[in-house]
């Protein structure tokens, strides 16, 4: 038995993939503790395969209830896979949830749902560059007209790990340091205590939390920027290297006449 994941923004496809995937076969509860729905379902095509619905996520700070159920489901209880769904139309908030999940280093395929859309929006995405670009095998779908949607799953039951990008070498030091403080392994974890996550922070003694505010402290002097922005900063420098190298518009006047 083989679980795979189905992670996204709200509203880049994901209940769509999600029933022409299962079809009939779904179960719907909650998951422990909170009212969030639980929805999980088998492959239609191979009843060895356990497709798992997550809440719609803009990203994983743990303020609201989704992002806690996604974020212990993650570190608790991981899937053997990830399908991120990106929304093919809004490549830049899509990426930026991506960057997050590739921190928690399991195998990962990208479906560039929405993909049918481009066309009329005169736009091309490079989806060898995308993929070279991110480490991960991308898988372009329509869950709307059922394009991509067994290739992907086939890609998913094959996908490497995913591989945390670099950031800033002040940052990465950092990092470094916050590990060795708190003893956590997952590059999630480091991150979050990084930009001050309460959550993780009340898991850590007075001691812990003196030094990393320390390392945290030397880093902003570093990069004269604040916890949050940096990281914020960062990603979006990325975000921005990989859209340029990945997405091609028409020229607007010329795409308006044909
Ligand atoms: P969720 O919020 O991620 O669960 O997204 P939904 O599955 O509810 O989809 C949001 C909207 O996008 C719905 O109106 C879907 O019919 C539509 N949709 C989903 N996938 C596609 C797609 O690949 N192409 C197009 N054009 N529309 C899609
Ligand atoms: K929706
Ligand atoms: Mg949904």
Not at 58 to 87: C, G, H, K, M, W
Request: charged share 25%.
């Amino acid at each position: 038995m083989k679980t795979i994941a189905l992670l996204g923004n709200p509203n880049s496809g994901k209940t769509s993939l999600f029933n022409l995937l299962t079809g009939a076969n779904q179960q719907v509860g909650n998951w422990p503790g909170v009212t969030v729905e639980r929805k999980s379902g088998y492959y239609k095509k191979e009843r060895t395969i356990c497709i798992q619905d997550l809440p719609g996520l803009y990203s994983l700070s743990p303020y609201s209830l989704d992002e806690q159920v996604a974020r212990d489901y993650l570190t608790q209880t991981p899937p053997d896979v990830l399908i991120n769904i990106i929304d093919a139309t809004n490549l830049e908030r899509s990426l930026y949830l991506t960057l997050q999940l590739m921190d928690f280093e399991l195998p990962m395929v990208i479906a560039l749902n929405m993909s049918d859309l481009l066309v009329s929006q005169g736009k091309t995405i490079d989806l060898d560059r995308l993929s070279y670009s991110l480490g991960i095998p991308v898988i372009a779908t329509s869950a709307l007209k059922n394009k991509g949607v067994d290739e992907l799953i086939k890609t998913a039951l094959t996908a490497p790990k995913a591989q945390p990008l670099d950031y800033d070498h002040r940052l990465e030091s950092a990092l470094v340091e916050i590990k060795k403080v708190a003893a956590l392994n997952h590059r999630f974890d480091q991150i979050k205590l990084f930009e001050g996550d309460p959550f993780l922070l009340t898991k850590l003694s007075a001691d812990q939390r003196t030094e990393i505010n320390e390392i945290v402290r030397i880093t902003e002097k570093l990069m004269n920027d604040e916890r949050e922005a940096i990281l914020v900063n960062e990603r979006y420098d990325l975000i921005g290297q990989f859209i340029k190298l990945c997405v091609t518009i028409k020229n607007p006047a010329t795409f308006n006449r044909t």
